[in-house]
């Protein structure tokens, strides 16, 4: 019981990017003392016992997904190596340092999104297929500025625009998971279903990634 409510602590705390914040003195005083562990923490090979000497919570683990924090905590935690520390970050009565004990075996992955055209703004199925050949158009040749054109667009038409983010391959319990595996990349795909028209967009090429990382962390309350 203790791991999941720990686990949950991390999952909210790393909702914050903590590389942008600014720190009261009591906040750096703990970061400071935790980079000071830094060295230490990655030397240890009792993990375990480390944590007991020097932490302020007791030995445990959390485990999360990339795309299950902010995108500066995922770069920094998936692009580094086991045994490595990463961190530290602020929390809210806490900061944290982090060992990196294990990552799963890696998945594939694939990132899309949606444009998505609301039946009602439009006055007929002509006006309806003029716009969305007016995007699939712009996707095909890349055009960076097509999301600025949606914005635009919304004001009159009722568009929505939504980011699917990571979508893992047997991940079934995801929204569109099947039409975004049989996409490929600048090959967009014009959905028709009971909330609408969309347009689905796969942004990235599929990419193997660990789909999960084990964490230890190193604890210093704030004071």
Same mark, same amino acid.
């Given at each position: 019981?203790?791991? !999941? +409510? ?45 944590? !007991? ?28 190596? !086991? ?52 995007? +699939? ?51 967009? +795909? ?34």
């Amino acid at each position: 019981m203790k791991k !999941v +409510v720990f686990a949950l602590i991390f999952l909210l705390i790393c909702q914050t990017s903590f590389a942008q914040m600014s720190l009261t003195a009591a906040e750096k005083q703990a970061m400071d003392w935790l980079q000071t562990k830094t060295k230490a923490f990655k030397a240890s090979k009792n993990d375990s016992l480390f944590i !007991v000497n020097n932490s302020e919570k007791p030995y445990y683990t959390v485990k999360f997904s990339p795309g299950d924090q902010k995108e500066d905590i995922d770069r920094e935690i998936f692009s580094a190596k !086991v045994g490595e520390i990463v961190g530290p970050f602020r929390g809210d009565s806490f900061c944290y340092s982090f060992k990196v004990k294990k990552f799963s075996e890696p998945m594939i992955r694939v990132k899309a999104e949606l444009i998505q055209f609301i039946p009602k703004s439009f006055k007929d199925e002509a006006e309806l297929k003029k716009y969305i050949d007016k995007y +699939v158009a712009l996707i095909k040749k890349d055009d960076k500025e097509v999301y600025k054109i949606a914005l635009k667009d919304e004001e009159k038409l009722a568009l929505r625009r939504k980011d699917l983010g990571w979508i893992w391959e047997h991940q079934t319990d995801k929204e569109y998971y099947e039409q975004v595996y049989a996409a490929e990349k600048g090959e967009p +795909v014009v959905i028709r279903g009971p909330k609408g028209i969309f347009i689905l967009n796969v942004t990235s090429e599929k990419e193997k990634a660990p789909y999960k990382v084990e964490l230890i962390p190193l604890v210093k309350k704030i004071e």
